[in-house]
């Protein structure tokens, strides 16, 4: 009987020991946006005019925080944040770790994916809000709540987690976590697969929800990125097949008009057109420029 305890020890120790090694230098991506943090609720929370939005800088921040201290627990050393809300600039960098790198600002060609490259072992999205097309979710939109109503992938009505999901696909990199509404963790394990799902708030309506309280959630996401990481090798990366068909509806006739001008753009209706990429990166790229230009942008 001691043999036997004494040989199930060494093989649990063999087993951290071999689990430790095959984690060793591990790369997490985090994509951070505001609309699914614990008590956002509406355009007080959301930018610089808002009335609550200093406090919820510091959860937003907090909330990354949370997910970057499970992320080491579970073995990863090397993170990537990229701060996808607004004016990119929400997150209170000076309370990150020292080695933590920050994407901050915009144009980028990846939008809230930039930096994402093959060298990544998984990705995780945090504060994140159901898509445009979807009835229900707080503050549901796709990249414009000003100006998309939907953005079809290969036929597939995507969020922006899907949608940024078949970016990290690209690159061979799947989404291991997702925190937000119910809806929208629901909505984007639906379309893109197995991955965690971190419920910070339940979606009573477009400008409300019944939500955690910041140190709750935080918990939530901290106990649900760790478990991500433990079982990082049962995910599969989002890949979409290729060359990726684009359908993206816009809520005014002039963009769409001047967008069909160009010659490798179709005006599928008086809303909506078509283009057709290589791959996602040229989905994105273009998807930039439809939804970014402006003639008089300076400097």
């Known amino acids: 009987m001691k043999t036997t305890s004494a040989t199930l020890f060494l093989l649990v120790l063999l087993s951290s020991s071999l689990l430790a090694q095959d984690k060793a230098g ?61 004016n990119g600039q929400n997150l209170l960098i000076e309370k990150l770790p020292d080695d933590v790198m920050v994407v901050r600002s915009w144009p980028r060609e990846l ?111 901290r106990t649900r990125t760790k478990a991500a990481i433990d079982r990082i090798a049962d995910f599969k990366p989002y890949v979409l097949e290729t060359p990726v068909e684009l359908e993206l509806t816009l809520k005014h006739y002039r963009p769409v008009e001047l967008l069909s001008y160009l010659p490798y753009v179709e005006r599928v209706n008086a809303h909506t057109i078509r283009y057709k990429g290589k791959d996602m990166l040229e989905i994105s790229r273009f998807l930039r420029v439809a939804l970014g230009y402006q003639v008089d942008l300076q400097p």
Request: proline letters at 2%; a negative charge; hydrophobic letters at 45%.
């Open 26 to 86: 591990m790369k997490i991506y985090i994509s951070a946006d505001m609309e699914g943090v614990a008590g956002v609720v509406t355009d007080e929370q959301l930018g610089p005019e808002g009335f609550e939005y200093q406090r919820f800088r510091e959860f937003m921040t907090a909330e990354v925080v949370a997910a970057i201290d499970a992320a080491r627990m579970a073995g990863a050393t090397e993170i990537l944040v990229s701060d996808s809300h607004g």
């Open 111 to 221: 939008g809230m994916m930039e930096g994402i490259d093959a060298s990544f072992d998984g990705v995780i999205f945090l504060g994140y809000h159901a898509s445009a097309s979807n009835t229900r979710g707080v503050r549901a939109h796709t990249m414009s709540s000003a100006n998309v109503i939907d953005i079809r992938l290969n036929g597939i009505s995507m969020s922006e987690g899907s949608m940024n999901a078949a970016i990290a696909g690209h690159f061979g990199v799947p989404v291991v976590m997702i925190s937000g509404d119910d809806v929208a963790v629901a909505e984007t394990q639906v379309i893109v697969g197995d991955m965690e799902g971190a419920v910070v708030k339940w979606a009573k309506g477009f400008h409300s929800a019944q939500t955690m309280t910041p140190e709750a959630a935080n918990e939530v996401i």
